[in-house]
């Protein structure tokens, strides 16, 4: 089974600032991977595909890179509507079973 | 514009089974996989498994092989995730998802004696 791991758990970031998060699969998934943003109480919402597919409407100041076992998220300028966790989560294996990373909390610092 | 409905909240004895079910509206049912996911209280997301809606066939993950069933009605658009011998543990709220990211709004399941 592929793993993923996300790096770091917890981020402390304040409005403005640029904002990394990593994700590193056991094994090559070539650019199966998807990143989601989710808030207390709501369902997942899909912000990144294919690694760096932008989804429509989601703002540019999100961006997904990397391929094969090391992938990223990058938040150009955080806005306060983006504190949240974000998750990501390989599709690659056919016929696409999904495992997610353990996710990374985006607090106010 | 896509939909995806899930059924209400649940309260369920150890030892029960609770079936959830996501009803989909605004594109074609059997065009993609349905997927189910666990999330526990303060916890991340788990994979569960998958239907394919245009021939029933499933996936399950080893977690949850042999307590899960998820099926899927094309006559109704619907899908339908039943977990049995219900524990603690499973105090979670599912979700049902495609792969192109619709999600259904999340079904509550309190696991309690």
């Known amino acids: 089974d592929i793993q993923m791991t996300q790096s770091p758990s917890t981020l402390s970031a304040s409005v403005g600032d640029r904002v990394t998060i990593t994700c590193r699969a056991s094994?090559?998934?070539?650019?199966?991977l998807a990143w989601y943003q989710q808030k207390p109480g709501k369902a997942p919402k899909l912000l990144i595909y294919?690694?760096?597919s932008l989804e429509s409407g989601v703002p540019s100041r999100f961006s997904g890179s990397g391929s094969g076992t090391e992938f990223t998220l990058t938040i150009s300028s955080l806005q306060p509507d983006d504190f949240a966790t974000y998750y990501c989560q390989q599709y690659n294996s056919y016929p696409s079973v999904w495992t997610f990373g353990q996710g990374t909390k985006v607090e106010i610092k | 514009e896509v939909q995806l409905v899930q059924s209400g909240a649940e309260v369920k004895k150890p030892g029960a089974t609770v079936k959830i079910s996501c009803k989909v509206s605004g594109y074609t049912f059997t065009d993609y996989y349905m997927h189910w996911v666990q999330q526990a209280p303060g916890k991340g997301l788990e994979w569960m498994g998958l239907?394919?809606?245009?021939?029933?066939?499933?996936i399950y993950a080893e977690k949850f092989q042999g307590r899960v069933t998820i099926t899927a009605d094309t006559s109704t658009d619907t899908a339908y995730m039943e977990l049995s011998s219900l524990r603690s543990e499973d105090t979670a709220v599912y979700y049902c998802?495609?792969?192109?990211?619709?999600w259904g709004q999340g079904t509550l399941v309190t696991v309690s004696s």
């Open positions: 294919k690694a760096s």
């Open positions: 239907v394919d809606p245009e021939d029933g066939e499933t």
């Open positions: 998802a495609t792969p192109s990211g619709y």
């Open positions: 094994q090559s998934i070539s650019s199966w």
